[in-house]
């Protein structure tokens, strides 16, 4: 049955949208939509046309799901171009938030009707596209080359009442969607059908284009749509509508066949699917939060606890030490006042939080929370003290959660006599920014805490990845086989500079020697120091555990692997770091040469995909989707590449497979023995994400 049906309101005919869950343009929608124009233009009782959608939100866009296999027609332009051409008034009525192809069809109407808590946009560039559709010939005709440029290249959806303030909506109204578009449709007779493609686009100081390119160049390396988008929009403004149509096609079928397309679009689907979690059902119960004791008031403690308060939870900071504890306390207040400067905040918001916060050092004030976090010091001991002592005085069902990094859950709920009600939630740091939580199932943990933690995620708005128990769970654990590689790469003869100036080339957010100063070599000093199974390798994170042990930190210390000068967080290569990795290259009797930039990326790449498909076969994370989402959103990952594993399967795991087989040759099966999985994908031309 079709998913578009059509009613006569008097003289108005109103086609209907229902597709859930965001009326996506596929195939029948299309077909159906373009059906319904041309019925209803041939129809002598209609007068006008609405075109509307059941649901939560007018069209959200093309089927995302049908790209990358054959288009079907009717194309989704060629549906756009028919409306518009209608003989008679097209009206769109929207509500939710009309997007991408979605807002195409409404721009190809010739009038828009919305809800005033309404949205449109153009997302495209978040899938590696442009709008496909005419929108980047359209919108500049509505609103301006300006303006519709930066709504391309944001991505960001604009509320009703701003986009009838640029001529994006020509009205809004607070209720009653349909019955006041049959009213305005009446209008709408009178003034006949107003066409974007007839119209001009306002002038423009053409300059705005090179500006634009010069002032995104930074956070769109390497990105071809947003290039795509400047230049449809500055074709809107010298050639014909339908010449720039036929242009934005071209560049539209280029986008859409990229590789870097396909990485955003599976970044998309990953980040949606990590929330079906084989056993946990939307049937699965959920315990209510509202009252959270953060325990460990250092800069993770602080973070969630804001995180939590931002969230609308009843949030207590628990410290024992007072110095520490007052730090946390005006940490907590110093971001909701920057909040509030930077206008993210409302001083009644501040007002809000700040009342629902208290803090303490005593546990018994604990008795009534719903849930704990702790986040104190990263040793096992110390941790076990803390749960030991939660549980003397947590109300039962109380959920007990350690934001630990890499310490064994199981270990730490077997300081409780309540092991099914403790989970880690591993935040990352900055704890109120970063999106990516790990939340770690113990061996006990009960789906009810599993359900309770991801509809905690959700509220505090991140992505929740729900993992297995290891040393370093998904992200940390692969971490050290990327960290590693770095690690050998140096003594082999790769300055740290050049390491990360390759891995900032290739995309990532920061390279692995900067990353090391920013978090502090200190810390996964003193992880490695707690570790049991440290292969028997002398050069092991040599170079990192030598600077720690010279106190040298990394920007918290003014130097680390790099130098920072008067408190910069700008690197500054040390010559003095460069000669004492050479002398312990030779004390080890590791002989440096030459490294090439694919080198470094191959070696610290694959090392994490094969530590991820370790991970795959022990069961610690339920799909290679979720590893990806895991590094994209925790580690820099770059989106247009999908993830570790994503980019595995773009690049073909026999290719992979060989390069792994090649590394053990040279370097040994200590690390780069081939997991099974990689193998026999390999050898059957599988893709981690058939998994
Ligand atoms: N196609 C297919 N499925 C989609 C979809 C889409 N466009 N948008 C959402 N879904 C699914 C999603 O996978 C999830 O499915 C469910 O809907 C709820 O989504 C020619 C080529 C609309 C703001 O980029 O930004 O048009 O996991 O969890 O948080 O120029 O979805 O439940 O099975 O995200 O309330 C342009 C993408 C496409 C918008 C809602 N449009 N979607 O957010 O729910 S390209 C977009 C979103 C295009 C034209 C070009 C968000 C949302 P499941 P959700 P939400």
């Not at 604009?158 to 009838?164: F, I, N, R, S």
């Not at 970044?267 to 315990?287: H, L, M, N, Y």
């Not at 004390?587 to 090392?607: K, M």
């Not at 895991?630 to 989106?639: A, E, K, S």
Request: hydrophobic share 40%.
């Amino acid at each position: 049955m079709s998913p578009v049906s059509t009613a006569d309101h008097g003289e108005v005919t109103v086609i209907t949208i229902d597709n859930p869950p965001v009326n996506a343009l596929s195939q029948s929608v299309r077909e159906g939509l373009l059906n319904g124009i041309v019925d209803a233009e041939a129809a002598d009782n209609c007068k006008a046309i609405i075109i509307q959608c059941i649901g939560w939100t007018f069209i959200a866009g093309a089927d995302i799901k049908e790209f990358g296999k054959p288009l079907l027609e009717p194309y989704l332009p060629d549906v756009v171009a028919r409306i518009d051409a209608c003989e008679k008034p097209v009206i769109a009525a929207l509500h939710g938030t009309a997007l991408g192809g979605g807002f195409e069809v409404a721009l190809g109407c010739h009038y828009r009707i919305s809800l005033s808590r309404g949205a449109v946009g153009l997302p495209e560039v978040n899938l590696g596209l442009l709008p496909g559709a005419s929108g980047t010939q359209r919108l500049p005709r509505l609103v301006g080359a300006e303006k519709a440029m930066d709504m391309m290249l944001s991505g960001k959806s604009v509320k009703a009442p701003a986009a009838l303030k640029v001529g994006a909506v020509d009205r809004i109204v607070d209720d009653n969607l349909l019955e006041e578009a049959v009213a305005y449709a009446s209008e709408c007779v009178e003034q006949g059908p107003r066409r974007t493609s007839t119209m001009d686009v306002p002038e423009v100081d053409t300059a705005i284009f090179d500006a634009t390119r010069q002032k995104i160049a930074p956070r769109t390396r390497g990105l071809i749509s947003p290039e795509k988008i400047i230049s449809a929009v500055a074709l809107s403004t010298k050639v014909s509508f339908e010449e720039g149509c036929a242009k934005e096609r071209a560049f539209f079928v280029e986008c859409m066949a990229s590789p870097q397309s396909a990485g955003l679009r599976h970044a998309f689907f990953a980040e949606r699917g990590v929330a079906r979690v084989p056993g946990i059902g939307k049937d699965t119960p959920k315990r209510e939060l509202n009252k959270v004791a953060v325990i460990g008031a250092g800069t993770m403690g602080a973070g969630i606890a804001y995180n939590c308060l931002t969230s609308g939870m009843d949030v207590i900071l628990l410290d024992n030490n007072d110095a520490c504890l007052e730090r946390g306390n005006q940490t907590i207040r110093g971001l909701y006042k920057s909040g509030v400067e930077r206008g993210k905040i409302a001083e009644s918001a501040m007002a809000d939080g700040l009342g629902r916060f208290s803090t303490s050092q005593d546990y018994t004030d604990l008795a009534d929370v719903d849930i704990v976090i702790e986040a104190v010091f990263e040793s096992m001991a110390v941790k076990r003290e803390v749960f030991a002592a939660l549980d003397k005085v947590l109300k039962p069902g109380a959920v007990l959660a350690t934001n630990t990094s890499t310490l064994s859950i199981d270990e730490i709920a077997a300081a409780t006599d309540r092991s099914q009600d403790v989970i880690g939630l591993h935040f990352f740091s900055p704890a109120h920014i970063m999106r990516l939580l790990e939340i770690v199932r113990g061996a006990d943990t009960s789906d009810e805490v599993i359900a309770t933690s991801l509809a905690l995620a959700r509220r505090l708005h991140k992505i929740g990845v729900v993992v297995g128990n290891c040393f370093g769970f998904v992200g940390n654990r692969m971490l050290y086989s990327y960290g590693r590689e770095n690690q050998l790469l140096l003594l082999e003869g790769a300055a740290p500079e050049f390491i990360d100036k390759t891995f900032s080339d290739w995309g990532m957010a920061m390279g692995p020697n900067a990353v090391g100063d920013l978090a502090g070599l200190d810390v996964g000093y003193k992880v490695r120091q707690e570790r049991t199974d440290l292969p028997d390798d002398p050069r092991f994170y040599r170079i990192a555990d030598m600077l720690a042990e010279q106190a040298r930190y990394g920007q918290k210390t003014g130097k680390g692997m790099y130098l920072y000068e008067d408190g910069s967080r700008k690197p500054t290569p040390d010559p003095e770091v460069q000669a004492m990795i050479d002398a312990e290259a030779e004390r080890l009797g590791v002989e440096q040469r030459d490294i090439s930039a694919e080198e470094i990326v191959e070696r610290c790449i694959y090392g994490l995909v094969v530590e991820g498909a370790r991970i795959l076969e022990d069961k610690i994370a339920i799909r290679s989707g979720d590893i990806d989402v895991v590094w994209m959103n925790g580690y820099g990952f770059p989106r247009y590449r999908g993830g570790p594993m994503h980019y595995a399967d773009s690049v073909g795991l026999d290719k992979v497979y060989e390069k792994v087989c090649e590394f053990e040759e040279r370097f040994g099966s200590i690390y780069w023995e081939p997991p099974e999985l990689l193998k026999k994908l390999a050898a059957t031309n599988g893709k981690f994400s058939d998994l």
